[in-house]
């Protein structure tokens, strides 16, 4: 269980650093978008999204301030840093590269062995 | 984030705790109010909205729980709270708590306290510059070395830096009020340079101070110039007499200055040393080497040289240069006392580990208590290792108030161990609670939490959720794993405990062998102090003799005195000084093969006072004088040693063949019982006595150690009653007559054995505390566990169990405990025992009948631990038990 919840981790952070490098977003607005372009084919803990966002804004990569939100609550805002987004392209570019190799792999055929 | 920044938003994290933590709780409150909110918007009910939202969520307790992990600054958050809400639950079970600090209290207080002894004895370095690199050169690593040798020795080695000697010497203290005999040392000038000690007024010895007829120099011990002169700083260039003589003080030592701490511990003046005539002489044995080693030469080189020159020097002169060992000083001070201390060190850590198993089963039965606690905070989000955590930070609270209680409980303990601890041992007078002290007690008392917390905490936190919150009370069955661990650590107890009671009975079985030995004569109600004469009118060759005589008549003349005698120096004060004779119509032999024995000088009566029977011939008379021939009575051991098969009685011998001419003769008159002389468990050498009033040296040298006698008083009753009597009979005599050593036969018979009674005393107050801790052990875990069985033990009477049947079912349970712990120490007791074989008189490490006493010993206190409960499940009523659930 715990591979899993690594995995997961790792990737969740890359999501939350797409969903706010388009513009800062509150938490709950972090999970919509992600939804959102994510057509609906992801399914997000809701619980494990804001131990992530702690983690995230400890490292640095994203900066968080209060603000009033659409429905003119107080609300907890979230934007990518510089550090943060230098670290989302080369996470972004890991990520095509490894996602490549194992597409790359997945598809050989047994006689290209 | 910048190393800065990190560490601001660590600090915010950890400084605005209640800010940051409101802050989570509204941005997540946000969260789910707008999730309900889109909900509603797609036509759910409000308050359905909500709930749905929180499912959706999930744990929030949880969520909160990672987000402050993962913020960081959480560490000591969580440990803070941890902390308080350990000391609440330790002060919800009051009776736990005591139990289990006064436990760890007592475990942690003597080790320190042991520790401490350890510390100031053992480890600390001794006091001289660079300590390590001193050494000592002894005969056979203890003997005395004669002034010639040690002239060689230093003028033909190249491994030493440095090389001096140092010899007793004891003069009186005159010409002032309250005459003195003192202990002091003759010291070569390079002697104390040598140890790189600073004098704490004045200088040392220069060169050339040392040479004969220049040797008026004295300095001071702090404790003589704080008792004699008051701490006067202007003592410096003032004269005092000793023996008769002026010296000059040229210097004061400060006050934790020991010299040499393993044999001259009283000296307490120093003044440098001429060898006059003596710097030719290879026999008369008086100098004790020391030597610093060049930097770099190791202990194996210095011996490999000193081999080389004392087998050359061995050569020249046969008989002279054997056995001589190079030791490093710290094993001539310490060597003794190492093993005894760390024996007791062990014991003592039994002690505690015994505590820590004790501890151990308490928090486990109390975890068992705690499982719906333990099962809801699960519940809540509480993961595995945070669980542990809480409770290894109860334990540690736990430790820290017994390790508190332990530290006071170790000062006074060391109070009660200095005054227990026998003088013999040195640098006792230095045991403090230092930095090295407390680091231990730190140490031991982190270290205890893990040990008696970890098993149960971890077995704790493995709690079966849904199993305990669906029960209501008590399962009717206790966790099998559970139950095992709680018997490995009252069986571990148990073997542990046997392991110090084999030491124990051990000591104790070899302290009745010591104190059974016969010491040839009897200790009992005999008083004795030393009269010097030196420097008084007395010394007078003339009136020396008629002093003695009529000191010893009037003494006698006391009432409740039953006899008295004088001697040189009385068996068991240390002095086993020793001389060369010749046997008449023997070949003369080479030095170091010649007859020899213990050197004692005695007047007529000395046998009576101390009911020392002469076995053959008679004893000493008042006809024995100066002009009567020479006389002399050995013992035993001489006239076996000497004359095997043959009469002794008759024979001659003579102690100044080749020195006087013509040699005076001593006819052996009479044969007494090996008395015990030096060590107390060592066997007699042979031991000549000589008539004092025979005696040229001691009836006629103007030297303090000639020039004194020590009484030998008997009295009917209490011999210390005496002392004031027998001091003013000396002192009719003459008011300025130094007395000193005023002790009995018992308190020298007992300072002889004070090691080991140490030892014995110890073991046997650790091996008792071991015993109790795990009969509490053994009861704790038996009652436990009929507390849980209860229901088991109604349903077996009620389906026809006897009463006997039930009672037979627990004590079992107990005693195979008991068996099983007694197999694993009986192993370890044979196997650690080895270790105190040197600390053993007349008593095999492996003795059967003291580990057979101790195993049935320990198998009674066993079955009386167990009795108890069992008694009570014996009473349990079934209908009541079978209800009670």
Same mark, same amino acid.
């Given at each position: 269980?715990?591979?899993?919840?690594?995995?997961?981790?790792?990737?969740?952070?890359?999501?939350?650093?797409?969903?706010?490098?388009?513009?800062?977003?509150?938490?709950?607005?972090?999970?919509?978008?992600?939804?959102?372009?994510?057509?609906?084919?992801?399914?997000?803990?809701?619980?494990?999204?804001?131990?992530?966002?702690?983690?995230?804004?400890?490292?640095?990569?994203?900066?968080?301030?209060?603000?009033?939100?659409?429905?003119?609550?107080?609300?907890?805002?979230?934007?990518?840093?510089?550090?943060?987004?230098?670290?989302?392209?080369?996470?972004?570019?890991?990520?095509?590269?490894?996602?490549?190799?194992?597409?790359?792999?997945? @598809? %050989?055929?047994?006689?290209?062995? | 984030?910048?190393?800065?920044?990190?560490?601001?938003?660590?600090?915010?994290?950890?400084?605005?705790?209640?800010?940051?933590?409101?802050?989570?709780?509204?941005?997540?409150?946000?969260?789910?109010?707008?999730?309900?909110?889109?909900?509603?918007?797609?036509?759910?009910?409000?308050?359905?909205?909500?709930?749905?939202?929180?499912?959706?969520?999930?744990?929030?307790?949880?969520?909160?729980?990672?987000?402050?992990?993962?913020?960081?600054?959480?560490?000591?958050?969580?440990?803070?709270?941890?902390?308080?809400?350990?000391?609440?639950?330790?002060?919800?079970?009051?009776?736990?708590?005591?139990?289990?600090?006064?436990?760890?209290?007592?475990?942690?207080?003597?080790?320190?306290?042991?520790?401490?002894?350890?510390?100031?004895?053992?480890?600390?370095?001794?006091?001289?510059?660079?300590?390590?690199?001193?050494?000592?050169?002894?005969?056979?690593?203890?003997?005395?070395?004669?002034?010639?040798?040690?002239?060689?020795?230093?003028?033909?080695?190249?491994?030493?830096?440095?090389?001096?000697?140092?010899?007793?010497?004891?003069?009186?203290?005159?010409?002032?009020?309250?005459?003195?005999?003192?202990?002091?040392?003759?010291?070569?000038?390079?002697?104390?340079?040598?140890?790189?000690?600073?004098?704490?007024?004045?200088?040392?010895?220069?060169?050339?101070?040392?040479?004969?007829?220049?040797?008026?120099?004295?300095?001071?011990?702090?404790?003589?110039?704080?008792?004699?002169?008051?701490?006067?700083?202007?003592?410096?260039?003032?004269?005092?007499?000793?023996?008769?003589?002026?010296?000059?003080?040229?210097?004061?030592?400060?006050?934790?200055?020991?010299?040499?701490?393993?044999?001259?511990?009283?000296?307490?003046?120093?003044?440098?040393?001429?060898?006059?005539?003596?710097?030719?002489?290879?026999?008369?044995?008086?100098?004790?080497?020391?030597?610093?080693?060049?930097?770099?030469?190791?202990?194996?080189?210095?011996?490999?040289?000193?081999?080389?020159?004392?087998?050359?020097?061995?050569?020249?002169?046969?008989?002279?240069?054997?056995?001589?060992?190079?030791?490093?000083?710290?094993?001539?001070?310490?060597?003794?006392?190492?093993?005894?201390?760390?024996?007791?060190?062990?014991?003592?850590?039994?002690?505690?580990?015994?505590?820590?198993?004790?501890?151990?089963?308490?928090?486990?039965?109390?975890?068992?208590?705690?499982?719906?606690?333990?099962?809801?905070?699960?519940?809540?989000?509480?993961?595995?290792?945070?669980?542990?955590?809480?409770?290894? %930070?109860?334990?540690?609270?736990?430790?820290?108030?017994?390790?508190?209680?332990?530290?006071?409980?170790?000062?006074?303990?060391?109070?009660?161990?200095?005054?227990?601890?026998?003088?013999?041992?040195?640098?006792?007078?230095?045991?403090?609670?230092?930095?090295?002290?407390?680091?231990?007690?730190?140490?031991?008392?982190?270290?205890?939490?893990?040990?008696?917390?970890?098993?149960?905490?971890?077995?704790?936190?493995?709690?079966?959720?849904?199993?305990?919150?669906?029960?209501?009370?008590?399962?009717?069955?206790?966790?099998?794993?559970?139950?095992?661990?709680?018997?490995?650590?009252?069986?571990?107890?148990?073997?542990?405990?046997?392991?110090?009671?084999?030491?124990?009975?051990?000591?104790? @079985?070899?302290?009745?062998?010591?104190?059974?030995?016969?010491?040839?004569?009897?200790?009992?109600?005999?008083?004795?102090?030393?009269?010097?004469?030196?420097?008084?009118?007395?010394?007078?060759?003339?009136?020396?003799?008629?002093?003695?005589?009529?000191?010893?008549?009037?003494?006698?003349?006391?009432?409740?005195?039953?006899?008295?005698?004088?001697?040189?120096?009385?068996?068991?004060?240390?002095?086993?000084?020793?001389w060369p004779f010749t046997i008449e119509g023997r070949?003369a032999?080479?030095?170091?093969?010649s007859a020899g024995?213990?050197?004692?000088?005695?007047?007529?009566?000395?046998?009576?006072?101390?009911?020392?029977?002469?076995?053959?011939?008679?004893?000493?008379?008042?006809?024995?004088?100066?002009?009567?021939?020479g006389?002399v009575?050995?013992?035993?051991?001489?006239?076996?040693?000497?004359?095997?098969?043959?009469?002794?009685?008759?024979q001659r011998i003579s102690f100044d063949i080749g020195t006087a001419n013509p040699p005076t003769w001593l006819t052996v008159?009479?044969?007494?019982?090996?008395?015990?002389?030096?060590?107390?468990?060592?066997?007699?050498?042979?031991?000549v006595?000589l008539?004092?009033?025979?005696?040229?040296?001691?009836?006629?040298?103007?030297?303090?150690?000639?020039?004194?006698?020590?009484?030998?008083?008997?009295?009917?009753?209490?011999?210390?009653?005496?002392?004031?009597?027998?001091?003013?009979?000396?002192?009719?005599?003459?008011?300025?007559?130094?007395?000193?050593?005023?002790?009995?036969?018992?308190?020298?018979?007992?300072?002889?054995?004070?090691?080991?009674?140490?030892?014995?005393?110890?073991?046997?107050?650790?091996?008792?505390?071991?015993?109790?801790?795990?009969?509490?052990?053994?009861?704790?875990?038996?009652?436990?566990?009929?507390?849980?069985?209860?229901?088991?033990?109604?349903?077996?009477?009620?389906?026809?169990?006897?009463?006997?049947?039930?009672?037979?079912?627990?004590?079992?349970?107990?005693?195979?405990?008991?068996?099983?712990?007694?197999?694993?120490?009986?192993?370890?007791?044979?196997?650690?025992?080895?270790?105190?074989?040197?600390?053993?008189?007349?008593?095999?490490?492996?003795?059967?009948?003291?580990?057979?006493?101790?195993?049935?010993?320990?198998?009674?206190?066993?079955?009386?631990?167990?009795?108890?409960?069992?008694?009570?499940?014996?009473?349990?009523?079934?209908?009541?038990?079978?209800?009670?659930?």
């Amino acid at each position: 269980m715990d591979k899993q919840l690594d995995l997961l981790q790792g990737t969740l952070d890359m999501l939350i650093l797409k969903a706010v490098s388009l513009g800062p977003l509150h938490g709950y607005g972090i999970l919509l978008r992600i939804q959102q372009i994510s057509r609906d084919r992801l399914e997000i803990q809701q619980g494990s999204l804001y131990p992530a966002l702690y983690r995230l804004e400890r490292q640095g990569w994203i900066a968080s301030a209060w603000g009033e939100s659409e429905n003119k609550r107080k609300a907890k805002y979230y934007r990518l840093t510089a550090t943060g987004r230098r670290r989302f392209q080369t996470e972004a570019k890991n990520w095509n590269r490894m996602a490549d190799v194992i597409e790359g792999i997945l @598809r %050989t055929r047994p006689e290209e062995v | 984030m910048t190393l800065w920044g990190r560490f601001r938003y660590w600090l915010r994290a950890i400084t605005r705790r209640s800010r940051v933590e409101s802050e989570m709780d509204a941005e997540l409150r946000f969260h789910m109010e707008t999730r309900a909110e889109d909900l509603a918007r797609g036509g759910v009910a409000r308050d359905e909205a909500l709930r749905r939202a929180r499912i959706e969520f999930g744990g929030v307790e949880l969520a909160k729980e990672e987000c402050r992990d993962a913020r960081g600054g959480n560490f000591f958050d969580t440990s803070f709270r941890d902390l308080r809400y350990g000391a609440r639950t330790m002060l919800r079970a009051p009776g736990f708590t005591a139990t289990a600090v006064m436990a760890l209290a007592l475990g942690i207080g003597a080790n320190a306290a042991i520790f401490s002894v350890v510390s100031a004895v053992l480890l600390r370095p001794l006091a001289y510059n660079e300590p390590d690199r001193l050494v000592t050169l002894l005969h056979d690593g203890s003997n005395p070395v004669a002034v010639a040798n040690y002239t060689d020795w230093r003028d033909q080695s190249r491994s030493f830096e440095a090389m001096g000697a140092a010899e007793y010497w004891t003069p009186n203290l005159t010409g002032i009020d309250n005459p003195e005999h003192l202990w002091g040392l003759k010291v070569t000038q390079n002697l104390f340079p040598m140890l790189g000690v600073e004098p704490l007024l004045g200088r040392w010895f220069v060169p050339g101070e040392d040479r004969a007829g220049a040797e008026h120099e004295v300095i001071l011990g702090y404790s003589l110039w704080q008792r004699r002169f008051a701490g006067d700083r202007n003592v410096l260039g003032k004269t005092v007499a000793l023996d008769g003589e002026a010296y000059t003080i040229v210097g004061v030592m400060p006050s934790d200055f020991k010299f040499a701490p393993f044999w001259a511990t009283r000296a307490e003046l120093w003044v440098p040393d001429a060898f006059g005539d003596r710097i030719f002489k290879r026999t008369g044995n008086s100098l004790r080497v020391f030597a610093r080693l060049n930097p770099g030469v190791t202990i194996a080189q210095a011996r490999a040289e000193m081999e080389t020159i004392t087998a050359r020097l061995e050569q020249q002169y046969p008989g002279t240069n054997r056995e001589v060992e190079v030791t490093p000083l710290r094993e001539n001070v310490v060597g003794k006392i190492e093993a005894p201390l760390l024996v007791l060190l062990c014991a003592v850590g039994f002690v505690l580990l015994i505590a820590c198993a004790n501890v151990a089963h308490m928090l486990l039965a109390r975890a068992a208590a705690r499982e719906k606690e333990i099962a809801v905070r699960t519940a809540l989000g509480a993961g595995r290792i945070r669980l542990v955590r809480q409770f290894l %930070t109860e334990n540690l609270l736990l430790s820290a108030v017994g390790g508190c209680a332990g530290l006071l409980l170790a000062i006074w303990g060391i109070h009660a161990l200095v005054a227990l601890t026998p003088a013999s041992i040195p640098r006792v007078g230095t045991v403090t609670v230092d930095a090295r002290v407390l680091l231990f007690l730190f140490g031991i008392t982190a270290l205890t939490s893990v040990v008696f917390g970890l098993a149960p905490a971890m077995r704790a936190s493995a709690v079966n959720l849904g199993d305990t919150l669906k029960q209501s009370g008590r399962g009717s069955s206790d966790g099998i794993r559970r139950n095992r661990l709680r018997g490995f650590l009252v069986a571990s107890e148990v073997a542990l405990a046997l392991i110090l009671l084999v030491g124990a009975g051990l000591m104790i @079985r070899s302290f009745v062998a010591l104190e059974s030995v016969d010491p040839g004569f009897n200790p009992h109600n005999v008083l004795s102090m030393v009269v010097s004469v030196a420097g008084s009118q007395e010394a007078d060759p003339n009136r020396r003799p008629i002093f003695y005589q009529q000191l010893l008549e009037r003494v006698r003349a006391i009432p409740g005195v039953q006899a008295a005698g004088g001697i040189n120096h009385l068996p068991l004060f240390g002095d086993l000084w020793g001389w060369p004779f010749t046997i008449e119509g023997r070949p003369a032999l080479r030095p170091g093969e010649s007859a020899g024995g213990v050197y004692r000088i005695i007047t007529p009566g000395y046998f009576d006072a101390m009911r020392l029977p002469v076995v053959q011939g008679r004893d000493i008379s008042e006809a024995d004088n100066a002009t009567a021939p020479g006389v002399v009575i050995i013992n035993q051991r001489a006239a076996d040693r000497y004359w095997p098969g043959e009469n002794p009685l008759g024979q001659r011998i003579s102690f100044d063949i080749g020195t006087a001419n013509p040699p005076t003769w001593l006819t052996v008159i009479g044969v007494v019982k090996n008395a015990k002389q030096g060590d107390w468990a060592a066997r007699p050498m042979p031991e000549v006595y000589l008539a004092t009033f025979q005696n040229s040296e001691y009836l006629s040298s103007t030297l303090s150690s000639y020039a004194y006698i020590t009484l030998v008083v008997r009295a009917a009753g209490d011999p210390g009653a005496m002392t004031d009597a027998v001091k003013n009979v000396v002192w009719s005599f003459d008011h300025n007559l130094p007395i000193s050593q005023i002790t009995t036969m018992d308190a020298q018979v007992a300072y002889a054995n004070a090691v080991p009674r140490f030892e014995m005393v110890l073991l046997g107050v650790f091996a008792f505390v071991a015993l109790a801790l795990a009969a509490v052990g053994i009861y704790g875990v038996i009652s436990y566990s009929v507390s849980r069985r209860t229901h088991e033990i109604g349903i077996r009477i009620s389906l026809g169990a006897s009463r006997t049947q039930v009672l037979l079912l627990v004590v079992k349970q107990g005693m195979a405990l008991a068996f099983a712990g007694s197999a694993a120490g009986l192993v370890g007791a044979l196997w650690l025992s080895r270790l105190m074989g040197g600390l053993l008189y007349d008593v095999p490490p492996t003795d059967p009948t003291t580990f057979a006493a101790v195993a049935i010993l320990l198998m009674i206190v066993a079955l009386a631990a167990s009795y108890i409960p069992a008694r009570r499940a014996m009473r349990v009523d079934p209908m009541v038990a079978l209800r009670h659930e």
